[in-house]
């Protein structure tokens, strides 16, 4: 690493007395790159086994990597926290400006711990922190609120990035979001309920320096180099026109797009909530993450007429992509454009994760339907299409006014154990499901990914290959668990993991030497299982078990495009993964103890 | 003829800060603190973003404020700086009504826009572009 670059500092912020300082972590940072690496490092060290991940005791870690700041599409940041979702490793991963402020705020990571007595938010200005009475600002209703008041009494106008939670951290909804600057988001897991739990309103973070490099030259030939190649690649194109909501149409086709808590997999109405139906119609702006020429942030404009005004409107930006439309339109069987903006809008205001809010409203339908629960519990009429009463049903998960809102507010995975139907609970790990039934490899990935999310190891990109061959469990292992651990090094770096098809290995290597820092691509493979491997470890640590591992029954039930899956499929697959992790586990602790 | 930095369309800008990164990359560094140029969105990035750069005044008012001549005109429009003389005094700053003179923490001394033209070749859409500074006859009375 060049002796210079800011890097290895992790500014500490304590909530409780209201403290911060700064150690510098060169080694950790050259064993483990960054973000992920380094976040989840920092995490075993700060949070006690066994803690509560709503008490004092939870730290929340934010890292970036060398890359930030220095190349193109290097636009994320890593969260870091134990999930009050699932009880075990929380991890998010979000852009907007908050990996370019706190690089160039001069940190490679920051780490939020204890609690605060009154709720406050936190400003970080360059070597500066500043705790902030934030009273006026709790129950504040809406995130957007929170941000305007917030963009006008802090300074670092456009070298700035802006966290906030809404009513729903404040609520400690379990899957509550932090809305980043604005429309993106730490979407999963509950960081949101732990921003919550400590009392932290917003962190604002201002970066205005630069990083410098040992080579100058090489760095400018990197850079561009790598700029022509994510200017000419097909996904670029793609990310920039429809975004990902391209993807509603072509998966729906195949089988794929789980619809009415996955009772299908094909939505009648699939076409309504298209990407292509969206831009046409409803796109009002297209925006980029900083340092990312991409711009692959949809923004649709909803107008809406006053009801007791003539001539007025009132014009409501909501961001979109395609796991808040599977999850907030397919699977609660909202077919209609306009429905399905105002529930994503409502679910932005309060600051919720619009795939675990969307999956939980599904299987509270089906519940409803099945007769497990009654509209004593529900309140309104869960109804498949019904956007207004789900609008309702929303508000119900926030404010939690009666047991059963409580329960769901937790995820599906506790509601289901209250009030059975654990069979369609579209849930790994405790974490509910993104929008994919592809096949064997994406489930497999859901239950088997160290954070049940799609992008552990996108076993839907591997089935979509595979659709019309056979799959075997072999290579199936395989596949997952080498992508899992080659992301782990994109997400160190931190890039966004679209760009993974232009940061290939031996990209990676060449960007790495202007730095003044020499890994071979071996060298980064093994840093990546390292990485897997540290989150593995954490999990099992903290109560997580193979053995207690469920596919949902449901899976089973709605054909895929590999047609029915077959459980004893899964169970092999599963049992090989768990044979090599756990052996390369035992070599890690052997190489640990040397 | 002399060149400027000229913003064709910005309901064009994404936001990406591509440029902003583009000009402090002149001295081979990553970030921000030597850019003279700025984007900044215009109270949330859905109303969209305003692309704040040098637009070479034919007759500038930053020049005119400047104590030390450090800042001069230069022919044709703009402006061309002499960090030697520079006081660091910042009237220049506040003379810019566009605010398109940003200040280097580091030096103490404003940044100043050198119509290189670096950042244009990083623009993904085509906002800003290289171009002639027409004549524009000052009001002079
Ligand atoms: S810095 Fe401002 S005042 Fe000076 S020439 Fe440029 S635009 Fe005009
Ligand atoms: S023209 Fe050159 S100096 Fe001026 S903003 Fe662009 S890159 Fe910077
Ligand atoms: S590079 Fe172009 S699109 Fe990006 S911020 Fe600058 S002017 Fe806007």
């Known amino acids: 690493m060049f002796p210079r670059d800011p890097l290895p500092r992790v500014l500490y912020i304590d909530l409780s007395s209201k403290k911060y300082w700064v150690e510098e972590r060169k080694e950790l940072f050259e064993e483990f790159i960054g973000g992920t690496g380094v976040a989840i490092n920092l995490l075993r060290e700060e949070v006690p086994r066994g803690a509560d991940p709503l008490s004092p005791e939870n730290a929340i870690v934010l890292a970036v990597g060398p890359f930030n700041a220095l190349y193109p599409m290097a636009s994320k940041t890593v969260a870091m926290f134990k999930s ?58 809406s995130t957007h609120t929170v941000g305007r008041v917030l963009r006008e009494v802090e300074g670092g106008h456009g070298f700035r990035t802006i966290m906030r939670i809404g009513r729903a951290g404040e609520k400690l909804v379990r899957y509550a979001c932090v809305v980043v600057d604005t429309f993106r988001h730490f979407g999963r897991l509950g960081l949101g309920a732990v921003f919550g739990s400590k009392k932290l309103k917003a962190l604002v973070v201002v970066g205005k320096g630069s990083v410098p490099v040992a080579d100058k030259a090489g760095y400018r030939r990197v850079y561009d180099d790598l700029y022509k190649r994510i200017m000419g690649t097909p996904a670029t194109k793609k990310y920039h026109e429809l975004g990902t909501a391209e ?153 939690q006014p009666n047991e059963f809102y409580a329960a769901l507010a937790k995820g599906i995975e506790h509601a289901a154990k209250v009030y059975g139907g654990a069979d369609f609970a579209l849930a790994y790990g405790g974490n509910e499901m993104p929008g994919y039934h592809t096949g064997p490899a994406t489930h497999l990935g859901f239950a088997l990914g160290a954070r049940h999310s799609h992008l552990d190891s996108a076993g839907y990109s591997y089935d979509q290959k595979m659709v019309g061959k056979k799959v075997s469990v ?121 | 003829m002399v060149k400027r930095v000229s913003v064709v369309d910005v309901d064009l800008c994404v936001g990406c800060m591509m440029c902003v990164f583009a000009c402090t990359r002149r001295f081979g560094e990553g970030g921000v603190s030597k850019s003279a140029i700025r984007v900044a969105s215009i109270g949330g990035i859905e109303r969209g973003f305003t692309v704040i750069v040098c637009r070479a005044c034919p007759d500038p008012p930053c020049a005119a404020s400047c104590p030390t001549h450090a800042l001069k005109p230069r022919k044709g429009g703009g402006i061309v700086f002499d960090p030697a003389k520079c006081v660091g005094c910042g009237n220049c700053v506040k003379a810019c009504p566009y605010g398109a003179l940003m200040w280097d923490e580091q030096s103490g001394k404003p940044i100043v826009c050198t119509y290189c033209g670096y950042c244009v070749n990083y623009c993904p859409y085509g906002v800003i572009k290289l171009e002639e500074v027409k004549e524009v006859v000052a009001h002079v009375p």
């Open chain 1, 474 to 594: 072999e290579e199936v292992v395989t596949y997952l668990l080498e992508e899992e651990r080659w992301r782990q090094v994109l997400t160190s770096l931190v890039l966004c993991l679209f760009a993974r098809g232009v940061y290939t290995p031996q990209v990676v290597v060449e960007a790495f030497k202007p730095l003044g820092w020499e890994l071979s691509e071996n060298d980064l493979r093994e840093i990546g299982k390292r990485i897997h491997l540290l989150k593995l470890k954490y999990k099992l640590d903290e109560g997580f078990s193979f053995d207690q591992l469920r596919f949902p029954k449901r899976i089973f039930e709605t054909p895929s495009p590999h047609g029915a899956l077959d459980p004893a499929f899964m169970e092999q697959a599963l049992k090989l993964y768990r044979s090599r992790v756990e052996e390369d586990l035992k070599s890690l602790e052997a190489a640990q103890r040397e």
């Open chain 1, 247 to 399: 993807n509603v149409l072509p998966l729906n086709e195949l089988g794929a797009l789980p619809t009415m808590n996955l009772k299908a997999s094909r939505f009648e109405r699939a076409e309504e909530i298209s990407g292509e139906r969206l831009a046409e119609r409803y796109l009002g702006r297209r925006v980029s993450c900083a340092h990312c020429p991409v711009a692959c942030i949809h923004l649709a404009v909803l107008r809406e007429p006053y009801e007791h005004e003539p001539y007025f409107y009132k014009t409501t930006f909501v961001s979109y992509d395609y796991e808040p439309i599977y999850a907030c339109g397919a699977m609660l069987g909202i077919g209609s454009a306009e429905g399905l903006l105002k529930v994503l809008d409502a679910i932005e205001t309060y600051g919720l994760d619009a795939m675990s809010t969307g999956v939980a409203l599904a299987w509270m339908t089906e519940a409803y339907e099945k007769g497990l629960v009654t509209e004593k519990e529900t309140i309104m009429k869960p109804t498949w299409g019904d956007y207004a009463s789900y609008l309702k049903a929303i508000e119900y998960v926030v404010e």
């Open chain 1, 84 to 141: 009050p979702l699932t009880g075990n490793l929380g991890e998010s991963h979000a852009g907007g400006r908050s990996a370019i402020a706190i690089r160039l705020a001069g940190y490679g990571a920051i780490v939020v711990k204890g609690a605060s007595d009154i709720p406050v938010w936190v400003s970080v200005h360059g070597s500066k922190v500043y705790f902030r009475d934030a009273r006026a600002l709790w129950g504040v209703r």
